[in-house]
């Protein structure tokens, strides 16, 4: 049986925790009111999880008691209502099994407790270090999960740690928060979390927050009724209830105003929605996992986000490295990205020049994934034959480099379509055959069809 060691200076609080747990089940080595009690108690009988309030009666901190805890190798989890940026930083550093804001339901204790022990032990298996490679890459992929991770690709020691946690958490009804810079694959992490779960059957729903206006977020989010407003000629369900019995992908957490945060965390609390304009609410089970490319701590710190939310979400954090971070995978990704474009645009790319992955895997990748992916895109386009023999890496910088990618990227869609424009003007629109678009470019016509598509090009075409 596990003996959890409760260490809280509040004796209501401690109380309320000892109760909850031997209720459901644990036994409690005792309640310590000090750091000093708590090391005492843990020379006498090592406890297998310790619940730890940051600030107690004495002169040290839970955070003190943390560094000895992991020295002890005793998996530890803060509960504490602190938001002083410099006390989340110290504590962050200690690397919590977990962490609950007071106040708190029994269930967000119980269920932040299991997690914890399955992390603790499953961290044990690999206490060991070894050399992560193909062997390693193919056996992870083969193992029931090949659709979840089809669309991850790594074979770094960073991205084999990246798979361990979609594991260790996708089994467990509880959120997720994946933090990352932009381009970095969060979206394809929270999709295998998702196909990893009981709720891999029922609704995926990806929902992009930065793209919502402010004014109507909360109908998207939890629907309306009929005659709310004017032009709700019809109750409409939202996005919650849309995804009853699966999984919501919050993307980019951190643009949601705080006037909605507080509704969202109520969801997230009471597990039920009201429509806008309605009386009463509705039961709703889904699980959210949350992401962003912000430091959500100093949002907090800011005044920017809720501190109860931030923890309701970071239950199980899992941060992506940047490509650069990372580049013996980047071989793996062109190759990909190549099989994926020959596919969409027709073509038989079958290699790339030596010196241009040379070049590829020397570059900075200032917008990550996503950025590899279009300039892979773009070479394949321009391909007139089966092999990549030229690419056009945008110039590096180190000042402000996401907007600098975005901007290359604009400009050379912009040339692009202008390019496509003209040659369809000369060829009257005409794609195919004789002195068609697709000659004139050198392209083949899926692939000028796939360009017209990409830039919303309307006019009717002509095919000979």
């Known amino acids: 049986m596990e003996k959890i060691l409760i260490v809280e200076d509040e004796l209501i609080v401690a109380r309320d925790i000892r109760k909850t747990l031997e209720r459901n089940g644990y036994s409690v080595l005792g309640v310590a009111r000090s750091t000093e009690k708590a090391l005492q108690m843990v020379e006498e009988e090592k406890p297998t999880l310790a619940l730890v309030d940051i600030f107690l009666k004495g002169n ?5 008691l943390a560094h000895e805890l992991n020295k002890k190798s005793i998996p530890f989890i803060y509960i504490s209502a602190n938001s002083n940026k410099p006390v989340l930083e110290a504590a962050k550093a200690t690397n919590p099994f977990g962490f609950i804001v007071k106040p ?3 269930k967000d204790l119980l269920v932040t407790m299991e997690i914890a022990r399955y992390r603790f032990e499953s961290n044990k298996q690999y206490d060991t270090p070894k050399a992560v490679g ?17 669309n991850i690709i790594g074979l770094s020691a960073a991205m084999m740690h990246v798979f361990r946690l979609i594991e260790q958490v996708a089994p467990f009804d509880t959120s997720a928060l994946i933090t990352g810079e932009t381009g970095t694959g969060k979206e394809g992490v929270a999709s295998a979390i998702h196909l990893l779960s009981k709720r891999n059957k029922n609704p995926f729903l990806k929902v992009n927050c930065a793209a919502i206006p402010e004014h109507l977020m909360e109908t998207e989010f939890f629907g309306y009724e009929k005659g709310a407003f004017t032009g709700a000629y019809s109750s ?16 980019e957490i951190g643009e949601i105003p705080l006037e909605m945060q507080a509704k969202l965390l109520r969801v997230l609390q009471e597990k039920e929605v009201q429509r806008v304009g309605s009386h009463h609410t509705t039961k709703t089970d889904v699980r959210i996992i949350a992401s962003t490319n912000k430091n959500l701590e100093d949002e907090v ?20 490295p940047p490509l650069r971070e990372r580049k013996e995978d980047i071989p793996a990704l062109v190759h990909y990205f190549i099989r994926y474009f020959n596919q969409r645009m027709d073509k038989q790319i079958e290699d790339i020049d030596e010196l241009v992955m040379k070049a590829i895997t020397e570059y900075n990748w200032p917008g990550n994934i996503r950025q590899l992916q279009h300039v892979i895109e773009r070479a394949i386009l321009v391909s007139n034959n089966n092999k990549i023999q030229h690419i056009q890496l945008p110039a590096q910088t180190t ?3 996401e907007s600098a990618f975005q901007i290359e990227l604009e400009k050379n869609n912009a ?11 000369a060829s009257d629109f005409k794609v195919s055959g004789a002195n068609g678009a697709a000659g004139r470019l050198s392209l083949t016509p899926a692939v000028v069809y796939g360009l017209i598509k990409k830039y919303a090009i309307t006019r009717s075409f002509k095919v000979y």
């Open 399 to 401: 000042i402000n480099q």
């Open 415 to 425: 040339k692009e379509k202008e390019q496509l424009l003209d040659a369809l003007k």
């Open 104 to 106: 708190f339901r029994e």
């Open 301 to 320: 710190a800011m005044g920017r986000f809720r501190l109860d939310l931030y923890y309701r979400l970071q239950v199980f954090p899992i941060a992506l």
């Open 236 to 251: 409409t369900p939202g996005k919650f209830e849309i995804a009853h019995g699966g999984t919501i992908l919050l993307d």
């Open 60 to 64: 040290l901190t839970g955070i003190d």
């Open 134 to 150: 193909q062997n390693d890459f193919k056996t992870h992929r083969t193992t029931g999960h090949e659709k979840a991770f089809e």
